[in-house]
């Protein structure tokens, strides 16, 4: 399905982007050139405008061809750990080159992302797919290893501390640079290929005129309705589902993140409850993606298009009424801490005159790259913040595929008159220094709420999970002390978090589920808004219950062998079961 071109010299281009419209597509026919076999030659600018050429790196000792792409997260993930490669190795006779082959990535794109990553090794432009299609290239990163002959000795990952669905502390093999040294010492290269992880390279083909399922007519519905939250820019999704041409560029990973159900990202079980923010596809709509990606992405008329959905820029909450940030930048180091970093804490006065009543929040890193997570703590004027206080009102927060807080017309928190605000965050180095000033936004309530809302978290911090185990259950109780509205959940668990389920006890005895997660994933952790706000009688009761996986068998575990206990940091454990709730304010 892909252009076919005799030549393998590329001339630079201003843009990456033919004139004609074009649609990406996975190759059906490639196969990576076999172990053994001569990589392909070719000649191709960097992002100078300098042509490159595999020939002219004929003294070098070994050449690492890598597959990149500017929005790829796993791709990128790498990146420091590809500098201090070409840092280490390049006085040994060792040539990293980048190739980004990708048709959605221009040029200065292409110049861009190296520049702001540091890469201190050619990035080449691949315009055509002509390289990617010699060597057979499917997705980024995905690596060749040369020798002094150019025959490919290793093709695969880098190392697994990074794929789909798992990111690890560290790796625990290192395919790339096991295979670098053996080769550099005149050994056979023990383990020549290994397992693939990353995004599918977009090559071009020209897309069919018409078909039964346009963009216009019924995909830009979808997108705008479960895609664009967050793929659109500064929000949390690397690549951007605006546009014809953004969402095209993308079919082929499109197409395999719904057969395989990781998009959109929801994980609630449909058989218990029913949820105002829901993202999850019906099967109507997913055979409607998946019939348009099989008819070759039409674009189809610009007049069925729908009016774009509108979004203030940088907030999901809409335009705040007022803004809060941190006091001054933290900086963040490089690198991750002997032990962890600790949480960090900084304080912010709100010099409210008076109570304040709040039905949206949303907190913004300022760099999302190395925040984990953020909590806004709401605190009394010269009350010290006691970490783990029940009583400590929690105003709103964020964290990885977390939602902001949204409460239904008639619901708000309060923040009292002088009250100050706690920004409490989670720090994650990334490899690269960082300079984070993180922000909240606040919208009030219109009118005198009804109902006053509440965050709590159902935590049980006594648990211990054995080394091993792949199936610890946890639990913990939460008893209601008066009639209250239900509004929502989010389930909190770290690496080892394998399931979350809410269950309610009502006083009558009769029982249910309200929300069930089967497959909890750490990198998405989502809210869970009720559609209608469930009555909780008092003396309702809230069970919570998880299980844990310890075992070898789970790919994010950071260490199988040790028994794992509360804690903060990453690779310790929590079991909290976040809810939102509201009684009924009484006559003042």
């Known amino acids: 399905m892909n252009r076919r071109v005799a030549a393998l010299v590329v001339a630079l281009s201003v843009l990456a982007v033919v004139s004609s419209p074009v649609a990406y597509s996975l190759r059906a026919d490639a196969r990576p050139s076999a172990i053994g076999a001569s990589a392909p030659a070719f000649s191709l600018p960097d992002t100078t405008g300098q042509t490159v050429s595999l020939a002219s790196l004929k003294s070098k000792k070994a050449v690492v061809v890598i597959f990149m792409g500017t929005e790829c997260v796993i791709n990128n993930a790498y990146l420091p750990r590809l500098v201090e490669m070409q840092m280490e190795y390049g006085p040994r006779g060792v040539q990293i080159l980048g190739i980004n082959s990708n048709l959605q990535d221009s040029a200065e794109q292409v110049a861009e992302h190296a520049r702001r990553n540091g890469l201190c090794f050619p990035v080449l432009k691949d315009e055509e797919n002509a390289v990617a299609d010699g060597f057979g290239a499917q997705r980024t990163p995905e690596v060749f290893l040369l020798d002094t002959d150019r025959k490919i000795r290793y093709h695969g990952r880098i190392d ?33 290929t290994s397992q693939l992880a990353g995004c599918i390279i977009a090559r071009a083909s020209k897309p069919r005129a018409e078909g039964s399922v346009t963009y216009t007519k019924h995909v830009a519905r979808i997108m705008q309705q479960k895609c664009q939250e967050c793929h659109r820019p500064g929000e949390a999704a690397p690549m951007s589902f605006l546009s014809y041409r953004d969402t095209m560029a993308w079919a082929d990973t499109i197409r395999e993140v719904l057969n395989e159900r990781r998009m959109p990202p929801w994980h609630a079980d449909p058989q218990y409850g029913h949820f105002a923010n829901d993202r999850s596809l019906s099967n109507q709509d997913r055979k409607t993606l998946l019939a ?297």
Request: aromatic share 10%; with cysteine.
């Open 292 to 588: 348009w990606l099989d008819q070759g992405t039409p674009k189809g008329d610009n007049k069925d298009m729908p009016p774009p959905r509108a979004f203030v820029r940088g907030w999901q909450i809409g335009k705040p009424d007022v803004v809060f940030e941190m006091p001054s930048a933290y900086n963040v180091p490089a690198d991750m801490p002997r032990g962890g970093l600790p949480y960090q804490r900084f304080r912010v006065h709100t010099n409210f005159k008076q109570d304040r009543w709040v039905e949206r929040a949303e907190t913004r890193a300022g760099v999302p790259s190395v925040v984990h997570h953020i909590i806004i703590w709401v605190v009394a004027a010269g009350e010290d913040y006691q970490p783990g206080n029940p009583d400590t009102q929690l105003l709103c927060g964020t964290a990885p595929g977390d939602m902001p807080q949204i409460l239904p017309p008639g619901t708000a928190k309060k923040i009292p008159a002088g009250a100050d605000l706690i920004f409490e965050l989670h720090y994650t180095p990334n490899g690269t220094a960082q300079k984070d000033r993180s922000r909240v936004g606040i919208i009030f309530a219109r009118q005198e709420p009804k109902y006053e809302a509440r965050t709590i978290g159902i935590a049980n911090n006594e648990f211990q999970i054995p080394a091993g185990a792949d199936n610890q259950p946890v639990e913990q109780w939460f008893q209601f002390p008066e009639d209250s509205q239900l509004l929502g959940f989010m389930p909190h668990l770290h690496l080892r978090g394998k399931d979350f389920k809410y269950s309610v006890i009502y006083p009558d005895g009769k029982q249910d589920i309200l929300l069930s997660i089967p497959r909890y994933d750490f990198n998405w952790q989502s809210a869970y808004r009720e559609a209608k706000p469930l009555l909780m009688p008092k003396g309702t009761k809230i069970h919570c219950e998880a299980h844990f996986d310890n075992s070898a068998k789970n790919l994010s575990n950071p260490d199988s062998t040790i028994p794992v206990r509360w804690g903060d940091q990453t690779w310790e454990e929590m079991m909290i079961g976040w809810i939102d709730f509201a009684t009924k304010i009484r006559d003042r």
């Open 160 to 192: 697994d501390q990074f794929g789909i669905g798992y990111k690890r502390a560290k790796p625990t093999t290192r395919e790339l640079l096991t295979a670098l040294d053996e080769l550099l010492a005149g050994k056979p290269i023990a383990k020549p």
